[in-house]
């Protein structure tokens, strides 16, 4: 079993900034990708940032220039700086890991996601 714990959301005004973390903890042998993605009352969940084993990181457009996704291999633990937030970011985030516990057995597991609140 891999567990994911999510941590850094909040309300911030319009402009300001945040910074979310998951951490993943459990049977990991490798991790591949982790990324973060939103859902917003009445939408779909999106895909926010998404960052590959070797640092290869792909961003929706409207997050990019805002948004910066990075990973710390040692720690299996992913951040989402969060700068010049606007209302339209308002909704809960969730992280993504997908790897390996073993040669034989991968692994795709939710956070329990943490709610991003903009005021304008």
């Known amino acids: 079993q891999v567990h994911l714990v999510e941590s850094g959301g909040g309300l911030v005004q319009a402009g300001g900034s945040l910074r979310l973390s998951c951490a993943a903890s459990?049977?990991?042998?490798?991790?591949?990708?982790m990324g973060w993605y939103r859902q917003a009352p009445g939408k779909q969940r999106e895909l926010v940032a998404l960052i590959s084993s070797g640092g290869t990181t792909i961003y929706a457009d409207s997050v990019k220039g805002r948004f910066t996704i990075s990973r710390d291999n040692a720690k299996n633990t992913m951040y989402l700086q969060m700068n010049s937030l606007i209302p339209e970011d308002t909704a809960v985030y969730y992280c993504?890991?997908?790897?390996?516990?073993?040669?034989?057995?991968?692994?795709?597991?939710w956070g329990q996601g943490t709610q991003v609140t903009v005021s304008s």
């Open positions: 459990g049977s990991i042998s490798s991790i591949n990708s």
């Open positions: 993504n890991v997908k790897g390996r516990t073993s040669v034989f057995r991968s692994f795709d597991s």
